[in-house]
């Protein structure tokens, strides 16, 4: 398992159920509402610190395991 990097969400677009998150290193990376932990209705807002492990997904690089801080 990778280690935890934290970020900002640079935008998340809710209908389509998916965005981007400007790591503190590193280029910015995809995130898809299915890596976001929480029960019910996912989403995140522009401008939230985030916590998040990398994995390797079908376009490249993604952000797993997604906790609001």
Do not use: C
Request: avoid cysteine; glycine fraction near 14%; proline fraction near 1%.
């Amino acid at each position: 398992m990778s280690e935890k990097e934290q970020g900002t969400v640079k935008w998340f677009n809710g209908s389509k159920g998916y965005g981007f998150i400007t790591r503190t290193q590193g280029e910015d990376i995809f995130v898809h509402f299915n890596a976001i932990v929480g029960d019910g209705y996912r989403n995140l807002e522009e401008g939230q610190r985030v916590e998040f492990t990398v994995a390797k997904g079908p376009k490249g690089l993604q952000a797993e395991n997604v906790v609001v801080l």
